[in-house]
């Protein structure tokens, strides 16, 4: 029964708006925050190469070539970009996949099983990476582009530098 019903919200992050939507569905709504202990910032060495825009590929290449092991995301901002470098490493030899809105859901989770188990090592990708996925051992963030907000950037290197190991933006 609907008196009986109990309903749950949970994020990361909470946006003003999404607060006031849930104030406006939920009775008398009670929000728990739990506080992870240190700043995600602290266990993450963030790096910026500050090249020209025709060098991003070469440099990204170049750094994926030096650590052929390491497991990395590389994110793009737009979904064209996003298909274009996934394309560009693929036409290189490079063994990687991509993540973006356009990729369907039963191979959003065939990409994360194997970046999970280690068979995929790269992984570009939109935003849609940057929240909500929990991968083990991410050595590096690569922001191919830097994103748009800036809360965007802080979710976007939290996918390294996880549960207190070193990470690399």
Known sequence: PKDRRTTMLYSATLTDSVMELASQWMDQPFKAEVDSGHNATDTV????????????????FNHIALHPDARAIVFCNRKSTTEDVYESLKRRGVKCEMLSGDVSQN?????LEGFRAGKIKIVVATDVAG?????????????????YEAEDYVHRIGRTGRAGREGVA
């Open 107 to 111: 191979k959003r989770l065939q990409v």
């Open 131 to 147: 929240r909500g996925i929990h991968v083990d051992d991410i050595e590096y963030v690569i922001n191919f582009d830097f994103p």
């Open 45 to 60: 060495r963030q790096v910026v190469y500050v090249i020209r825009s025709e060098d991003k590929f070469k440099v990204l």
